[in-house]
């Protein structure tokens, strides 16, 4: 069941506030590549979810403000940020996990495991991440907050804006600007802590010794926030994010969604104390639901791609609801399979578990299951056998055939690991790093933590034991609990060749 | 012949020149062209104050800048020596087992030696360093002058028949050329340098090449054809030749007495440098 919002119908005369969706289709076609965009003044409400809104917005802040500060010990010289995309080490931290370049691919697990649970929390919910976690949202709703704090709520924003230029006028837009430009500065300055050593890093900001690139992201980011929150805000949900676009395949009509009843609205009007309320809908066209809107639109148009479900028109609505005695909930979280059941006089059928829920759920269990094996079973082992080009072999005097490989052994734990290499192949194969005084079956080498070493290896046959010019052979690792076997070849050409 | 005229069709005056009937329109240059080159003029004027320009008989005009590519490349070096220090200072101190076996000290030695290796002992030994004919290979277990670090060390110090005072120094003699011996003697010589490294060879001719080869051969090579180190005589029983394995090769040898040159390189290389290659030509030998 998908609602239909014919916009080619003529606007049906409407006195008092109009949301700006309305006012932008009232100029009609313009001559400019954009649509001008209409100023909107979202008015603050009350209610269960204004104060969650408010909630989340400090929670998450305050997550992303204090993470890049909170301290995890590691050994050695590595850096103790519990938090830290570490560009110049190459190295991604995060409390105890450590990250190399090489495994990058549990990044784009995490980015697969995050789409997952955008798709689910969809499907079953709607927009909550629009409407409650995303930093467009939160950073908007703080900059609204400022906004009403120096220009007051709608109506006053409004004069506001139309009055002419005073004293009074040119502090508050002064003021606002600052303080918007300041949280901008600090929104860009956490940033870059995520990059650095925190602590070191905000002394060296300071003294100008902070890297470049330092002062280039907090720049850039003071910016696209100012810019972001303080001037585009929904446009950039509209034009800008590609999700409101996405999120038409991942809804369907049993999606909790802010919703309109227009079963229990319609037939909306005005009302006036005392009047009944038979024969009509309990909408009494009071606006001010589109008033509360941070988007602009009117939520009664049905389900549309603006709509970041904030609920907000929500709180708007159930202040309403209450002055005229009626039940709150006339706009709720709700499901369009429900409305159209109970315009239909039957009972509205909520069904959470659906063929898209389970898929969604399916996957996301499946990656997320990935992704902790892929940690717990971590090697803290990692090895590359490169073999000698030239030579590729090597006869010696007394004609055994010696190859040479080099071995690249990444230690990507904390602990020093003595590493032991032994070599399968071609019967014999005795083993040598340059300078060892010893020859053996094994080689023991040891490797820091957190670095790779890079160790010749010589590979000697006799030439008895040469079968073929390319004999398979394997280098076997073993440190600790972690073991690696790579594949290679041994290489005598023709030289022992009968 | 020259006498301008304006041209009917562009109206615009020709040069009064005329070729076979062809006359030349004299367009005057584009404006964008006029002001380049005026420009390019002002700025090499401006140039020759700044920068090194006018030659003259001895010296020449060294600009206001006093610019000189020479003093730059000699401060990139100086500032790459410095960016060095503390390895190159570690070279000049450590050992050479110390250097072979500490696994920072080695990757350092490896990546010095490797590019010296490529800019000058390539030529003759090859980049993988396994020589050709006449030229040792490197890689191998079979040392002419010795395979240890210090014997490696010494010899890239003091080169082979090199104009070294101290170099390396061998001689065989042409046995055949200086007609030291008769062909048909060196013909058994052959037999029998053939047979020490246990190859069929004519019993006959092996049997009178014998006491040729413990009168002629055996003060350098050794009674048993073992060679030494010490005069740089190769070991004839082995599966190594530096001048081939063929029995034509031998007897070219025997004929000939041929022995290479290598270079000193104590003058052109510093003491760390050599270290390096040391290293980097021992690790690669295998290191033994």
Same mark, same amino acid.
């Given at each position: 069941m998908t609602v239909v919002i014919d916009r080619t119908k003529p606007e049906a005369p409407k006195t008092g506030p109009v949301s700006a969706a309305a006012r932008v289709r009232a100029k009609g076609f313009t001559l400019g590549l954009y649509k001008p965009r209409t100023p909107i003044y979202p008015k603050l409400v009350h209610g269960q979810w204004r104060r969650i809104k408010w909630i989340l917005m400090i929670v998450m802040l305050t997550i992303y403000y204090v993470t890049p500060w909170i301290r995890w010990e590691r050994p050695g010289a590595l850096p103790d940020q519990a938090a830290l995309v570490d560009f110049?080490?190459?190295?991604?931290?995060?409390?105890?996990?450590?990250?190399?370049?090489?495994?990058?691919?549990?990044?784009?697990?995490?980015?697969?495991?995050?789409?997952?649970?955008?798709?689910?929390?969809?499907?079953?919910?709607?927009?909550?991440?629009?409407?409650?976690?995303?930093?467009?949202?939160?950073?908007?709703?703080?900059?609204? #907050?400022?906004?009403?704090?120096?220009?007051?709520?709608?109506?006053?924003?409004?004069?506001?804006?139309?009055a002419p230029w005073s004293f009074d006028k040119a502090w508050r837009k002064i003021g606002k600007h600052a303080v918007w430009l300041g949280i901008g500065f600090g929104t860009g300055g956490a940033w870059i802590f995520y990059f650095h050593d925190a602590p070191t890093l905000i002394t060296h900001f300071w003294i100008g010794q902070a890297p470049a690139t330092a002062y280039i992201f907090c720049a850039l980011l003071t910016v696209t926030t100012y810019a972001f929150a303080g001037f585009m805000r929904e446009q950039v949900c509209i034009y800008l994010c590609p999700w409101p676009r996405i999120q038409g395949a991942m809804l369907d009509q049993h999606s909790l969604q802010v919703t309109y009843l227009r079963d229990r609205g319609e037939t909306r009007g005005p009302h006036k104390k005392g009047q009944t309320w038979e024969g009509r809908g309990d909408c009494i066209d009071c606006n001010a639901c589109v008033v509360a809107c941070p988007m602009g639109i009117d939520i009664r148009d049905g389900s549309q791609l603006e709509c970041i479900n904030c609920g907000l028109c929500i709180d708007a609505c159930d202040e309403i609801m209450d002055r005229v005695e009626r039940p709150r909930g006339l706009i709720a979280y709700?499901?369009?399979?429900?409305?159209?059941?109970?315009?239909?006089?039957?009972?509205?059928?909520?069904?959470?578990?659906?063929?898209?829920?389970?898929? #969604?759920?399916v996957a996301l269990t499946l990656v997320s299951g990935l992704m902790i094996w892929g940690l717990t079973h971590r090697s803290a082992l990692d090895v590359h056998v490169l073999r000698d080009r030239n030579p590729m072999f090597v006869r010696l005097h007394d004609g055994a055939i010696r190859d040479g490989y080099t071995l690249k052994i990444a230690n990507r734990g904390f602990e020093a690991e003595d590493v032991q290499v032994t070599f399968k192949g071609p019967r014999g194969a005795k083993l040598r790093t340059p300078g060892a005084k010893a020859t053996g079956e094994t080689l023991s080498v040891r490797v820091e933590?957190?670095?790779?070493?890079?160790?010749?290896?010589?590979?000697?046959?006799?030439a008895a034991a040469i079968e073929a010019p390319n004999m398979p052979a394997v280098f076997s690792l073993r440190a600790g609990r972690d073991a690696m076997t790579v594949k290679t070849n041994f290489l005598s050409g023709a030289a022992n060749a009968p | 012949m020259s006498h301008r005229e304006t041209d009917e069709h562009s109206g615009v005056e020709t040069t009064g020149h005329e070729w076979d009937g062809i006359r030349e329109l004299d367009n005057p240059l584009p404006r964008w062209w006029l002001y380049i080159f005026y420009g390019s003029i002002v700025i090499a004027a401006i140039y020759w104050v700044f920068m090194p320009s006018w030659p003259g008989v001895n010296?020449?005009?060294?600009?206001?800048?006093?610019?000189?590519?020479?003093?730059?490349?000699?401060?990139?070096?100086?500032?790459?020596?410095?960016?060095?220090?503390a390895e190159g200072a570690m070279l000049r101190s450590a050992s050479l087992e110390t250097i072979e076996t500490d696994p920072k000290l080695q990757a350092y030695a490896l990546a010095v030696g490797q590019s010296v290796f490529g800019d000058n002992c390539a030529t003759c030994h090859g980049v993988g360093g396994t020589g050709s004919k006449g030229y040792a290979n490197l890689r191998d277990d079979v040392w002419l002058w010795g395979g240890s670090l210090e014997d490696i060390q010494h010899t890239i110090q003091v080169g082979v028949r090199s104009d070294n005072?101290?170099?390396?120094?061998?001689?065989?003699?042409?046995?055949?050329?200086?007609?030291?011996?008769?062909?048909?003697?060196?013909?058994?010589?052959?037999?029998?340098?053939?047979?020490?490294?246990?190859?069929?060879?004519?019993?006959?001719?092996?049997?009178?090449?014998?006491?040729?080869?413990?009168?002629?051969?055996?003060?350098?090579?050794?009674?048993?054809?073992?060679?030494?180190?010490?005069?740089?005589?190769?070991?004839?029983?082995?599966?190594?030749?530096?001048?081939?394995?063929?029995?034509?090769?031998?007897?070219?040898?025997?004929?000939?007495?041929?022995?290479?040159?290598?270079?000193?390189?104590?003058?052109?290389?510093?003491?760390?440098?050599?270290?390096?290659?040391?290293?980097?030509?021992?690790?690669?030998?295998?290191?033994?």
């Open positions: 110049a080490g190459g190295r991604f931290y995060f409390f105890g996990i450590q990250l190399w370049p090489q495994e990058v691919y549990f990044i784009t697990g995490l980015l697969v495991m995050a789409a997952l649970a955008l798709f689910l929390v969809s499907a079953l919910f709607g927009r909550l991440w629009c409407g409650y976690a995303c930093p467009q949202t939160v950073w908007t709703d703080l900059f609204i #907050y400022v906004e009403r704090a120096f220009e007051g709520d709608r109506n006053a924003r409004m004069k506001l804006d139309a709700d499901t369009d399979a429900a409305v159209a059941a109970r315009e239909e006089r039957q009972p509205p059928i909520y069904k959470l578990l659906r063929p898209r829920t389970a898929y #969604y759920a933590p957190n670095e790779v070493r890079a160790v010749r290896v010589f590979v000697t046959v006799a | 010296s020449y005009a060294k600009g206001v800048l006093n610019q000189s590519d020479r003093v730059d490349v000699a401060k990139q070096l100086e500032a790459l020596q410095t960016q060095r220090g005072p101290h170099t390396r120094q061998s001689q065989m003699p042409a046995f055949g050329r200086d007609q030291i011996l008769k062909p048909a003697q060196i013909d058994d010589l052959t037999e029998y340098v053939v047979a020490l490294s246990r190859r069929p060879a004519r019993a006959a001719a092996v049997a009178r090449g014998a006491p040729m080869f413990a009168e002629q051969c055996a003060v350098c090579h050794g009674p048993q054809g073992r060679g030494n180190v010490t005069l740089g005589a190769p070991d004839l029983t082995d599966a190594d030749w530096l001048y081939g394995s063929t029995q034509a090769d031998i007897r070219e040898q025997i004929w000939n007495g041929r022995g290479g040159v290598m270079p000193t390189w104590e003058g052109r290389f510093s003491p760390e440098t050599i270290k390096a290659l040391a290293v980097y030509v021992h690790a690669n030998a295998g290191g033994q």
